[in-house]
């Protein structure tokens, strides 16, 4: 077994050793009681391959949600998006029409700018 040492990634480490609850660079990582627990660099390898993979496969989430992306703006506000399908209501565009209207069409732009992973 390889020792993982510092700089310590606190997400992998915990994700690896769900008992660690405290991580220091200089004095290392413990359980609730302060006992050291040492960590193995392949099993806190393989955490940070995973949650990378995780974080990947949900980018699609953060895109649609902020505005990291000045290009393509998020999802408007949830207020902006209610009043986009109250006026869409209003103005009788229901069933297929509903496609043509300004909060199906916002929310289908962030969509398939931003599409889910399969």
Do not use: C
């Not at 994700?15 to 609850?21: G, L, R």
């Not at 009788?92 to 931003?114: H, M, N, P, R, S």
């Amino acid at each position: 077994m390889s020792i993982y040492l510092p700089p310590y990634n606190f997400l992998a480490v915990v994700d690896a050793y769900p008992e660690v609850v405290f991580i220091d660079d200089e004095k290392g990582a413990f359980d609730k009681d302060m006992n050291e627990i040492e960590l193995d660099d392949e099993k806190v390898k393989a955490s940070i391959t995973k949650l990378n993979a995780d974080a990947a496969s949900n980018l699609y989430q953060l895109e649609r949600t902020t505005s990291i992306n000045e290009n393509k703006p998020p999802y408007a506000s949830i207020g902006d998006q209610l009043d986009m399908l109250w006026h869409d209501i209003d103005s009788g565009k229901l069933g297929d029409t509903a496609k043509t209207g300004t909060w199906y069409l916002a929310v289908k732009k962030v969509k398939d700018d931003f599409p889910k992973d399969s």
